[in-house]
């Protein structure tokens, strides 16, 4: 979706960050990392991937982003679906 946009709709369609992003304050998008093992190595391949989750579901998260040990609190799980790009 965003990497479609011609760069002049980018501005004023789409607010994107490193791992949030709102287009045309209808979509929202939520980046994470999914680790993933090999074989022979002690550190996992990491790919990153973009969900789209309902506004709720990104003002939820949105509003925990910035505290310290957010990612070792239990969260609650997220409907969403895996997206190509935002």
């Known amino acids: 979706m965003y990497a479609?946009?011609?760069?002049?709709?980018?501005d004023t369609r789409a607010l994107?960050?490193?791992?949030?992003c709102v287009i045309d304050e209808q979509w929202f998008f939520l980046r994470g990392c999914?680790?993933?093992p090999i074989l022979g190595s002690e550190e996992p391949f990491v790919w990153g991937l973009w969900v789209?989750?309902?506004?709720?579901?990104y003002d939820e998260v949105s509003?925990?982003?910035?505290?310290?040990?957010?990612?070792?609190?239990?969260?609650?799980?997220?409907?969403n679906?895996?997206?190509r790009n935002p």
């Open 4 to 10: 479609s946009m011609k760069r002049e709709e980018r």
């Open 16 to 20: 994107i960050g490193s791992d949030q």
């Open 34 to 36: 999914l680790e993933v």
């Open 52 to 57: 789209s989750v309902k506004e709720e579901v």
């Open 63 to 79: 509003d925990c982003w910035t505290l310290e040990g957010r990612e070792k609190l239990q969260a609650r799980q997220f409907p």
């Open 81 to 83: 679906g895996l997206s």
